[in-house]
Structure formats: C-alpha cells, structure tokens
C-alpha cells in the first residue's frame, strides 16, 4: 500500500509539472470553500448589533455592540473592515450554502489571541447569526495557555452600502 501511496504521489507530481499542462487558476480559500460561491449580496458595508448571549467573562465581554462592517474581496482574498475600531482582517471561509456563510477571523493581541466565528443569513438587506468569540491568554515567561474565555453573541446586520441582496 506504502509502494502504491509513493507511486500515485510520483505520477501526480510529474503531471502537475508538465510544461503541456493546461490547468484552470481556481480562487479558492484555504478552507476550501471558493469564493466565488459567496453571495455579491455579503460584500459592502453593514451596521451590526451584538447582544451577548453566554458567557464566561462577563468582566471581559460587552453586555451589547454596536460596530461597522466593511466586507471586500481582492482577488482570492476576503477582508473585514471595522472603520470605528480600525481593525483589518483576513477572513477563513468555513461555509458556504446559499444565504448561509461561516467564516472565522483571529487576531493576536499582546499575549492572546482572540477567534471570532461568525455565522449569519443574508436575507433582503440585512443578516441575523452568531458571533462566537475565544479569548486565549498565554504566559509571557513561556507561553502556556493560562485560560480561556469565551462569549456567544446574537447579532444582526443592517446593508448600508453595496449591492442589495435582492438584486441578482
């Protein structure tokens, strides 16, 4: 079995470097899901509110928000844009099934990192989901995970700019 994994992986190399080999350049993000099949309705700029729904910190996490979003594409990549807090991130596409699309966004802050998933439903001109975020803290003498927080938020969107969702 060994042998035949070797061999597959020998011609499979050799195909892919042949000068004759015409493959189609696919966008795709690294979780495999292409970006062409997000809905043009996602990209443009939203109000959203956060209302915390769980918890365990709530020293640490808003009771409720208020924030802008701008979401854009270049290319392969895809970027959400807070203008009110000037955060820029890279978004990891995680699902995408019609109106529904999952993507997650982490960011380093000091010694923690902090992941946001995002879960929501474009319907008309505006979105409702889940907002899941995970506050990791580590030891600044040798970087062990010291704790974890985390918080669930319902949120809703609101399109301010950008193509409308009812457009096709």
Request: net charge neutral; proline share 3%.
């Amino acid at each position: 079995m060994k042998k035949f994994f070797i061999t597959f992986l020998f011609f499979l190399l050799a195909f892919c470097i042949t000068p004759n080999c015409r493959c189609e350049e696919t966008y795709t993000l690294s979780t495999g899901v292409s970006v062409n099949e997000i809905p043009k309705a996602f990209y443009g700029s939203w109000r959203v509110t956060a209302k915390l729904d769980d918890t365990n910190s709530y020293r640490t996490f808003k009771p409720q928000s208020s924030d802008m979003w701008t979401l854009s594409r270049i290319g392969d990549t895809v970027t959400l844009n807070n203008p009110f807090t000037g955060a820029n991130a890279e978004i990891s596409l995680k699902t995408v099934e019609g109106n529904l699309i999952i993507f997650s966004k982490q960011a380093p802050y000091d010694n923690k990192i902090l992941t946001d998933t995002i879960s929501i439903r474009l319907e008309n001109n505006s979105f409702s989901g889940i907002n899941t975020l995970r506050l990791e803290s580590y030891s600044l003498i040798d970087n062990h995970l010291m704790k974890t927080e985390y918080a669930r938020y319902i949120i809703k969107g609101e399109k301010i700019a950008g193509e409308s969702v009812l457009e096709k």
